[in-house]
């Protein structure tokens, strides 16, 4: 098992760790991390692993293994020299790309809040995001959805999360907005991501502390996906 230090400080730039085990494929597990691991829509981090005698390990991303949740594999750049076994390092994530990564994560939930509508799919990038939803027809007026997102933005609500029991989860279905990936239960319990007193959802990802973070954005080209699934593109306005 992997601790993974984000989930309860997603500002947190790096840390001290220690090396638990090199997989067969060359990845590098430690003890905790500040590495987001791929899920959810959103890309794992990339960073770097800063040895003892200062060598650096490239790190291009952040997996987890075999659909194991509860422990993370750093992924090292080809040709990347590997630590040991029980070696102590120091994990820095590129903060800039992750901090765009969280400004689209969280700006995601705000577009689920503005369409109302059940979610089939998403994706995050740096730059851009997008949300499937099960949704006939697509807005009449988009002017007036983007200009809600922004408001919502604009009006500085916090951000923060909260923990229930998986037996809370299962009595509590309504606050699933996707339809095709559930939220991680038999660990006993499931992370919520609280949006001032607009949203209350299930979520792993990374997110900023305060929606004012977020910036300007703008919806970008809605694309039909089938007879009742619209793709909705999101981006930064700057």
């Not at 689209?104 to 851009?128: C, K, N, Q, W, Y």
């Not at 703008?218 to 699934?229: A, H, L, P, S």
Request: proline fraction near 6%; glycine fraction near 8%; charged fraction near 20%.
């Amino acid at each position: 098992m992997t601790q993974f230090l984000f989930r309860d400080d997603s500002y947190l730039r790096s840390t001290a760790a220690k090396v638990t085990a090199i997989t067969p494929e060359g990845g590098i597990v430690l003890d905790q991390t500040v590495f987001y691991a791929t899920s959810g829509g959103q890309p794992g981090d990339s960073g770097r692993l800063v040895r003892a005698d200062g060598s650096v390990v490239e790190i291009a991303t952040a997996i987890h293994p075999d659909g194991n949740k509860t422990a993370i594999v750093h992924v090292p750049a080809p040709g990347a020299v590997l630590p040991a076994a029980g070696e102590s390092l120091v994990a820095q994530i590129d903060w800039e790309r992750r901090f765009r990564l969280m400004r689209m994560h969280t700006a995601l939930h705000l577009l689920s809040v503005a369409l109302p509508f059940p979610v089939t799919g998403g994706s995050i990038s740096e730059d851009r995001g997008r949300l499937d939803f099960n949704m006939p027809e697509a807005p009449a007026d988009l002017a007036v959805v983007e200009a809600e997102l922004n408001t919502m933005a604009e009006a500085a609500h916090p951000v923060t999360h909260e923990w229930i029991t998986d037996d809370e989860m299962a009595a509590n279905p309504d606050l699933i907005k996707t339809m095709n990936v559930k939220p991680p239960v038999g660990q006993g319990r499931v992370r919520l991501v609280r949006i001032g007193s607009i949203d209350l959802q299930p979520c792993g990802g990374t997110h900023v502390a305060n929606t004012r973070e977020i910036g300007r954005m703008v919806i970008g080209k809605i694309e039909n996906k089938g007879k009742q699934n619209r793709r909705v593109n999101l981006l930064f306005a700057n």
